[in-house]
T-cell receptor, first 113, second 114 residues
Framework: GAVVSQHPSRVICKSGTSVKIECRSL??????MFWYRQFPKQSLMLMAT?????????EQGVEKDKFLINHASLTLSTLTVTSAHPEDSSFYIC?????????FGSGTQLSVL | AQSVSQHNHHVILSEAASLELGCNYS??????LFWYVQYPGQHLQLLLK??????LVKGIKGFEAEFIKSKFSFNLRKPSVQWSDTAEYFC????????????FGTGTLLAVQP
């Protein structure tokens, strides 16, 4: 069945560095992918909607220059956390929909030291 | 291994019928549990969550879920569904510790016929 692959699953980085997270749809094409983040003891928060071939749509309060999204192909969307700081430490997860169902990546736990 | 399973992949109900969607989890230690919904053309929304306390949790739009620790279950219920409940429903779990890796079930497509 359709699968969404997210990589890496866990990353630890120094403050000030940039981190790229990949989200791939396997076996299906996804014109739209979603990026979420979750803080401890809270629910998922939508960060942005990634549209293939066009600019991502960001939710209110999400910094576009901080969280760069590139959806260059129908099977790949990337989220780059630029100049990461400890407050960016969180769980990030992507999702993509085929013609019928929504699938989630396995998530990325980002820890910024 | 940590996992969340949803037994019903596709459910079709008539309006006013009662709904129960199954969710079981496999997790070492204390867990936090969630039900999310995605309506057609929209992004995920939180229906309800359980962290601790009363195992019967009430959420938005008349939904509720019961945490049964002995059965590792967190089933979603609604006494009387409406056509507007047509959506995809996801159960999710995370460890209650500092590392909040959220794991989703495969989802249940609910179609409510008027």
């Amino acid at each position: 069945g359709a699968v969404v692959s997210q990589h890496p699953s866990r990353v630890i980085c120094k403050s000030g560095t940039s981190v790229k997270i990949e989200c791939r749809s396997l076996d299906f094409q996804a014109t739209t992918m979603f990026w979420y983040r979750q803080f401890p003891k809270q629910s998922l928060m939508l960060m942005a909607t990634s549209n293939e071939g066009s600019k991502a749509t960001y939710e209110q309060g999400v910094e576009k220059d901080k969280f760069l999204i590139n959806h260059a192909s129908l099977t790949l969307s990337t989220l780059t956390v630029t100049s990461a700081h400890p407050e960016d430490s969180s769980f990030y997860i992507c999702s993509a929909r085929d013609a019928i169902k929504l699938f989630f990546g396995s998530g990325t736990q980002l820890s910024v030291l | 291994a940590q996992s969340v399973s949803q037994h019903n992949h596709h459910v079709i109900l008539s309006e006013a019928a009662s709904l129960e969607l199954g969710c079981n989890y496999s997790y070492g230690g204390t867990v936090n549990l969630f039900w999310y919904v995605q309506y057609p053309g929209q992004h995920l929304q939180l229906l309800l969550k359980y962290f601790s306390g009363d195992p019967l949790v009430k959420g938005i739009k008349g939904f509720e879920a019961e945490f049964i620790k002995s059965k590792f279950s967190f089933n979603l219920r609604k006494p009387s569904v409406q056509w507007s409940d047509t959506a995809e429903y996801f159960c999710a779990a995370e460890g209650a510790g500092a590392t909040n890796k959220l794991i989703f079930g495969t989802g249940t497509l609910l179609a409510v016929q008027p």
